[in-house]
């Protein structure tokens, strides 16, 4: 038996894709087999693709860091065939055989259950950017935010800023879009947010070691210059969530903002996150955050990947983009 699967292959160190049938594993003890419905697009898929290091463990290989689907095999305790359930990061389009194919067999432990109040379409319109909006918001919010300046939210327009926006716009608060895409100001205000800088203008000037406080905190998805800005608007005991590096990878702060101001940098890994987080993330995101992201999603075929993967790849991503198995 076959399922079909996008699959990037390395020949003498390049990189294509192309659609194949590719067999269906046996699931292993603890292991379970799942009939996936939906996958989505994230920027570390659109590296995979492209072989770009440090994101597959080999080739040829099938991307996709997330999935929803049908629990068609199990081996395990915990989940009966038919149970609807969402695996999301750990190995998953890592080094074992991603989202971008129609099955994936997967540990039982790395999976949770399709919360009742969501359906697949929902949980993959979140799919990793999503979920790690969420741990974002989490994780500022316990950590202190101060409620009378705006949030800002980097990369807004992007798949974890626009769902970050909207989760703090959801719960009142007022949230700063810093963005390349100035012409996208209706998408930012339809999805929340209240007041918008455009990157260039924003790093204009450069850093100071310690600027005019503007944020009361912040969620950022790009790293570099950007976050190095925010660090030092950033008022007395607020804090920020880092999670993304379309910007830069590397960054050089003043520590003034830390030891004047007592700020606080929180790095997000929410592949690796425990499974009881992920699952009381997925719940929150069913329930008191969730959003209607119908408006900002575009649901494609496997077919359709290449040019999403180009556009993701050159920051013009708007929104989430899903991809639908079994068409
Ligand atoms: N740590 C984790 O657990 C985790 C999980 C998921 C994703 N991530 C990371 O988070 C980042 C964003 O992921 P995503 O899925 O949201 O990607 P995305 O949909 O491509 O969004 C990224 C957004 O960043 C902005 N951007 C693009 N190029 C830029 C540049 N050169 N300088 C400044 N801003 C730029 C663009 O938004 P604007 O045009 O609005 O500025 C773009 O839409 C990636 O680095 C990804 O690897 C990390």
Redesign the pocket.
Known sequence: MEYKAYYVEENDGVFSSSIKNLEIPEPQNDELLISVSYSSL???DALCAKGVKGVAASYPFVPGIDAVGTVAKSNSDAFNEGDQVICSGYKLGMSVNGGFGSMICVPADWVVHLPNAMSDLEAMSYG??GL?SAACVKSILDKGVIDTLPIAV????????SVAAGILSKIGFSVT?????SSEEGFLKKIGCDHFLN?DDFLEGGVRPLDKTAFGGGVD??G?E?LVKMISQTAQKGSIAC?????GASFQSSVFPFILRGISLIG????ESSIELKRHLWEKLADEWKLDLSEQTKTIQLKELDSEIEK?LN?L?LGRVVIKHGD
């Not at 879009?177 to 895409?181: Q, W």
């Not at 999670?243 to 910007?247: L, Q, T």
């Not at 997000?268 to 592949?271: G, K, P, Q, V």
């Open positions: 994230n920027y570390k990793v950017a790690t980097s990369g807004a327009t992007g798949g974890v800023g879009a810093i963005t390349g895409k990157r998805a790009v570099g950007i999670c993304g590096n379309v910007a997000i890994d929410s592949a993701i920051g991503q």
